[in-house]
T-cell receptor, first 117, second 112 residues
Framework: AQKVTQAQTEISVVEKEDVTLDCVYETRDTTYYLFWYKQPPSGELVFLIRRNSFDEQNEISGRYSWNFQKSTSSFNFTITASQVVDSAVYFCALESPEAGNNRKLIWGLGTSLAVNP | DGGITQSPKYLFRKEGQNVTLSCEQNLNHDAMYWYRQDPGQGLRLIYYSQIVNDFQKGDIAEGYSVSREKKESFPLTVTSAQKNPTAFYLC???????????FGPGTRLTVT
């Protein structure tokens, strides 16, 4: 069965701190895709990154970085030098053929990040 | 500007009334999705459509209906059969050959 677990429900940090959001997934497939989305208070989900299962290279985009480790089935997201604008709910999601040909996403429950000034 | 629009942003209805939520996209995407979001429950898939005139039930389709008569439009009707309709509803779309879904701003429905 497929599953995405974001164990951290809420995280609160002070501005400029680094913070890591954890994501652990389960799937029996060898080919799959992992995603991170950001949901600011306005409500619209914003796509951040997609990673396929064959690419374990870490990714960095400005203050954002992602660490994909197949050995531990994890796809963690780190924000360096956090800012108040990073306050949002962050979702991790999985798509794999196990879900069928309909290409549905399996979503984690999200981590609510509060960055305080 | 390409994107997904949902209207209205806030919607209020009396119990027992059907209500239709609008979702329009001008991204030329084939696939469209409707999600429901409740506090602490993440996103749950209601219906999705991979092509015009075809759609499939998601995980929580009971009490909802959809249509896909045009590529650009995927309206969702919340019927009186839906026991707990108050929620935040998000529409998304995905283009062929792409893996990520793109989301609209959402509609917050309150039924009293």
């Amino acid at each position: 069965a497929q599953k995405v677990t974001q164990a951290q429900t809420e995280i609160s940090v002070v501005e400029k701190e680094d913070v890591t959001l954890d994501c652990v997934y389960e799937t029996r497939d060898t080919t799959y895709y992992l995603f991170w989305y950001k949901q600011p208070p306005s409500g619209e989900l914003v796509f951040l990154i997609r990673r396929n299962s064959f690419d374990e290279q870490n990714e960095i985009s400005g203050r954002y970085s992602w660490n994909f480790q197949k050995s531990t089935s994890s796809f963690n997201f780190t924000i360096t030098a956090s800012q108040v604008v990073d306050s949002a709910v962050y979702f991790c999601a999985l798509e794999s053929p196990e879900a069928g040909n309909n290409r549905k996403l399996i979503w984690g429950l999200g981590t609510s990040l509060a960055v305080n000034p | 500007d390409g994107g997904i629009t949902q209207s209205p942003k806030y919607l209020f209805r009396k119990e027992g009334q059907n209500v239709t939520l609008s979702c329009e996209q001008n991204l030329n995407h084939d696939a469209m999705y409707w999600y429901r979001q409740d506090p602490g429950q993440g996103l749950r898939l209601i219906y999705y459509s991979q092509i015009v005139n075809d759609f499939q039930k998601g995980d929580i389709a009971e009490g909802y209906s959809v249509s896909r008569e045009k590529k650009e439009s995927f309206p969702l009707t919340v019927t009186s059969a839906q026991k707990n309709p108050t929620a935040f509803y998000l529409c998304a779309s995905r283009g062929s050959g792409f893996y990520e879904q793109y989301f609209g701003p959402g509609t917050r429905l309150t039924v009293t």
